[in-house]
């Protein structure tokens, strides 16, 4: 869990004054029969149906995460069995061996926890014990706590027991990891899978412990409670212990975001801003910013995974249910920034959190590790991975290069062991660098056809005179042109897929032409923020469309193998092209 416990100063005091001593809510409301178990089902459904119709297993297996029920389980239906008015589904807890076993004063149900009691000789003496019949109850009920945390020896004693099993004894044995569990045990036992909690189960639980406490609790520090316990009802439980420990029986949203450790969605989306609107230099003081807040980088970059998660969320689905902390607004600003980015992009930096998360487990240095993936990020539509480029290198060979698609040339570097041709072609960029089904071409937030309007608007808040200047062109078009690849010293290409957009004036508005491209920078920096992509201005006049033209031939003929190697080798440029009848009647 990411709340920080250093952070609690001993303010219980004044609370705990006021009324009887304080009994921690996980024993106070620990459920008394299976009606009162939070979550669960289908398991308590099936347990009360066995109890009811007498089908009683020899051995039980409860596996799931901490704090989900799994000992609350085995108690009440060690109650079942033995309750007076018994066995049945509904124990009275009233009964002496009701009361017993809830005091846990009863030999006859012995709980062992499997972390404190892992050798053989505690086995052998737990097999010892059960040579005798039960004292006083109906059953004997052997419940072993964490039981993979027994030894190997211990295991193959108690698989001994399980295979001549002594008459009226009952083992159930809980764990938190399964697959720890040896399968020659797992296969004796009737095996009961405890769910998470759910967010909805969670809340509804602390909002009726809160009534009946007198706690005062809002909605939303409900909310918050629930997301950090995890699923857990125990660890719901005792946050909201340690939240009443810290604030008395008024439980501020404040005081719990201080407890809990919960990040601001404001702070969130400052990262994913940075990310998404590709500003690396911004990463090195946010992250400052968070270590002086004191967070600790390594459950920050949780929560940053859980944020792309959620912008990935909004960015796919169109009516994201309410989850963890997804409020209205929240969706609403999430979509927003969502918006920024395609969903692939998202889910790719979604997947390297992921692994970068994963990876700063184990780093001793989290916070430069934190920043050098959260500035990895920021490249990252400009990076790709090798193995993707290969693979696309791979399909290019086979499937020979059309004339319709722009075409770019592989680097001079990565052409000569395999004997390719240096001017072979492959597949526009899109097609590369995103693994999932390919995006729409190449632009972010924009459409080609969009591109112009979109510069246009983004000009409007930086300079209202270019935009209304750049509206009055009569045509635009945009054009894909070579890619650009570039090795760096990370042994990454880096792509770059530039277009040019192309607009077109009336014959008559030579003056805004030129007052246009004066400002070609300008407009070349918003088209770019506007779509994500590198890009080139082109203006024109009809009477310039000859030129136009002639720059076409230049395009069209650098795709020419010829002529691309001549132009790499001699670092030259296309000034003018002519066409070569003798060629024309060859090809
Ligand atoms: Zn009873």
């Known amino acids: ?102 005091e846990d004063r009863l030999t006859d149900v012995l709980e062992i926890d499997g972390a404190s009691n892992t050798g053989v000789d505690d086995v052998r003496q737990l097999r010892e014990g059960l040579r005798y019949k039960s004292l006083q109850a109906r059953y004997k009920v052997i419940i072993i ?79 918050m409670i629930a997301e950090a316990a995890e699923g857990s009802l125990r660890d719901a439980q005792s946050l909201l212990d340690q939240a009443v420990a810290f604030s008395g029986a008024e439980v501020k949203d404040a005081d719990l975001k201080e407890i809990l450790g919960v990040v601001s969605r404001e702070l969130l989306l400052e990262f994913s801003g940075a990310v998404l609107g590709r500003r690396p230099q911004d990463i090195f003081p946010l992250v400052e910013k968070i270590i002086e807040l004191g967070y600790e980088p390594r459950s920050f970059a949780k929560k940053l995974v859980r944020h792309f998660r959620d912008l990935l969320l909004v960015r796919t689905v169109d009516a994201p249910g309410e989850g963890p902390s997804l409020s209205p607004d929240d969706i609403s600003r999430l979509r927003e920034e969502a918006g920024k980015a395609s969903p692939e992009e998202l889910l790719r930096c979604l997947i390297a959190l992921q692994n970068g998360e994963a990876v700063m487990r184990y780093s001793s240095h989290p916070q430069i590790h934190l920043e050098s993936l959260l500035i990895k990020l920021c490249h990252f539509k400009d990076l790709v991975p090798l193995s993707e480029l290969l693979r696309d290198i791979e399909g290019a060979k086979a499937a020979p290069a059309s004339a319709a698609g722009p075409a770019f040339r592989a680097p001079a570097a990565s052409s000569s062991p395999s004997g390719r041709p240096p001017g072979a072609t492959l597949r526009p960029q899109e097609r590369i660098s995103a693994s999932p089904p390919a995006p729409d071409p190449s632009v972010r937030t924009t459409s080609p056809q969009d591109l112009l309007p979109a510069t246009i608007e983004r000009l409007r808040a ?28 990370d042994k990454r290409f880096s792509v770059q897929s530039p277009v040019t957009l192309e607009v077109v004036f009336g014959a008559d508005m030579r003056h805004t032409v030129e007052a246009v491209q004066a400002e070609a920078r300008q407009i070349e920096k918003a088209a770019a923020e506007a779509s994500g992509l590198r890009v080139r201005l082109k203006v024109v006049l009809p009477e310039n469309h000859a030129s136009a033209a002639r ?36 090809g």
Request: proline share 4%; aromatic share 8%; net charge positive.
């Open 1 to 102: 869990m990411s709340f920080a416990k250093n952070r609690l100063p001993a303010r219980r005091a004044e609370f705990t004054s006021m009324t009887e001593p304080y009994e921690i809510i996980a024993r106070k409301y620990r459920p008394m029969i299976f009606e009162e178990m939070v979550g669960q089902k289908t398991v308590v459904q099936t347990l009360r149906n066995a109890v009811a119709h007498g089908r009683i297993a020899q051995a039980y297996l409860f596996s799931g995460m901490r704090g989900v029920g799994k000992t609350s389980a085995a108690r009440i239906l060690a109650k079942a069995l033995n309750c007076q008015s018994g066995p049945t589904a509904t124990p009275c807890n009233q009964c002496e061996f009701c009361r017993a076993i809830n």
């Open 145 to 223: 706590d964490e039981v993979h945390m027994l030894s190997k020896a211990a295991f193959n004693a108690l698989l001994k027991t399980l295979e001549e099993p002594p008459a009226k004894t009952v083992f159930i044995f809980a764990t938190t990891e399964f697959n720890k569990v040896p399968a020659t045990i797992v296969s004796r036992c009737q095996h009961f899978e405890f769910k998470k909690i759910s967010y909805r189960d969670l809340i509804n639980h602390l909002v009726v412990i809160a009534k009946k406490e007198d706690i005062s609790l809002s909605d939303e520090g409900a909310a």
């Open 462 to 489: 930086q300079k209202s005179s270019l935009a209304a200047l750049l509206a009055k062109a009569e045509s635009a078009a945009v054009k894909s042109e070579p890619l650009d690849i570039k090795f760096s010293t």
């Open 551 to 586: 720059q076409g031939d230049a395009d069209l003929a650098l795709k020419d193998a010829g002529v691309r190697k001549f132009v790499d080798t001699f670092k030259a440029q296309v000034l003018s092209v002519e066409k070569t009848k003798d060629r024309r009647k060859d």
